[in-house]
């Protein structure tokens, strides 16, 4: 129970965290970085579907039951889960201005492509998912379980929804980005000509 507590505690962290970051970002910004009000059809069930992942995360390691997997497994979960809240927490920092969280059309951020978005064009997404994929190994129950692939699900459209608006906005710079640096994660790819 210690290492579930532990994993659950770096969830805990890591969702203040975020909200402070989002509330600098507002303040780097000057305008609301909160734009789920917008969102419409899938990306309003995307919307949903984070905040419902990251509830069932929350309550998974609360309601597990004495099902534990081996200890080296758990261990490496709580690893897991912090290397992922440093990298979504990272990630969101080097956004800067150019955070948000949801989308609407105009009122996208410049084009960030340094730091982790040199290896990843969503780290903050796929952060998320280490934190998350480390709960569910240090204290593995069906919520967490639901609540990850409900997460993976909603990143998965929201991430198209967001390329469609930051290559309409950003158009050859974005296309250029986009073909050296993978969606989720790798080495960065040399440019085709």
């Given amino acids: 129970m210690p290492l579930a507590l532990a994993a659950w505690l770096i969830l805990i962290c890591y969702l203040a965290l975020f909200f402070w970051g989002s509330a600098e970002a507002r303040r780097a910004a000057g305008q609301p970085v909160w ?42 979960g709580v690893a897991l889960a912090a290397l992922g809240m440093a990298v979504a927490f990272g990630a969101q920092m080097a ?23 040199r290896i990843s064009r969503n780290p903050t997404f796929l952060g998320q998912f280490l934190l998350l994929a480390g709960v569910l190994l240090a204290s593995p129950s069906a919520p967490t379980l639901a609540g990850l692939a409900l997460f ?15 290559r309409a906005r950003h158009g050859g710079a974005y296309d250029r980005w986009a073909r050296q640096v993978p969606r989720w994660i790798g080495l960065r790819r040399e440019e085709r000509t």
């Fill in 35 to 76: 734009l789920f009000a917008y969102a419409r059809g899938r990306d309003r069930l995307a919307a949903i579907g984070f905040r419902l992942g990251f509830l069932l995360a929350l309550v998974g390691p609360v309601v597990a039951g004495s099902t534990a997997l081996p200890t080296g497994l758990q261990v490496a």
């Fill in 95 to 117: 956004m800067g201005a150019s955070w948000r969280v949801g989308l609407r059309a105009g009122e996208e951020g410049p084009l960030v492509t340094t730091g982790p978005f």
């Fill in 152 to 166: 993976a699900a909603s990143a998965s459209v929201q991430i198209r929804s967001e390329e469609r608006l930051l």
